[in-house]
C-alpha cells in the first residue's frame, strides 16, 4: 500500500480587521492647531478709534509730512487704496520714503497709521517698511472704516 503524504487543513479563523482611529485622531489634531495658526482673527490688531483723527493747528506744508500737536506729538496719517492722506494732502504710495524723511527731520518719533478698509495689505507693508527704514520707533494703527 502506497503512502501518499495528506496535508491536514486546520480550521482557519475568520479574519478581524480591526481599524485603529489614532492616527485619524492625530491627523485630525494636527489639521486643527495647523489652521488655528494660520487664521487670521482680528484684521492686523486695528484699533478701532471713536470721532475723527484731525491734526489741530497743523499749517499745510508743500511736500512734508505735518504733525500733530497734541500730548504725543504723533504725525497721523491715512492710509488707502494706493494712497496716503497727510494734513489734507493726498500723497502717492511710492512718496512714503520722502514723507518718512520729512518726519525723521521734523523731530517726530511716532505715527497713527489709520488704515481705510479699501487700503491693501502691500501698502501697509510699504509704509510699515518705509517708517522702519526711516528710524520711526513708534507706530499705531487704528481701524479707519465703520465702528
Known sequence: MSLKHKTLLLPRSPRRYRISLTPLADAMFQ?????????NITPYSLLPLKGGATIPG???????????????????????NA?????????????????????????????????RPEARVQDMTSVL????????GQVKLANGGEI
Open 58 to 80: 497743523a499749517a499745510s506744508g508743500s511736500g512734508s509730512a505735518q504733525t500733530a500737536t497734541n500730548a504725543s506729538d504723533a504725525a497721523i496719517w491715512t492710509i488707502e
Open 129 to 136: 517698511e518705509a517708517l522702519s527704514a526711516g528710524g520711526i
Open 83 to 115: 494712497q496716503i492722506l497727510v494734513a489734507g494732502q493726498v500723497f502717492a504710495i511710492d512718496r512714503v520714503a520722502d514723507l518718512t524723511q520729512a518726519l525723521a527731520l521734523a523731530g517726530t518719533t511716532s505715527v497713527v497709521l489709520i488704515v
Open 31 to 39: 489639521l486643527l492647531i495647523f489652521f488655528m495658526l494660520s487664521s
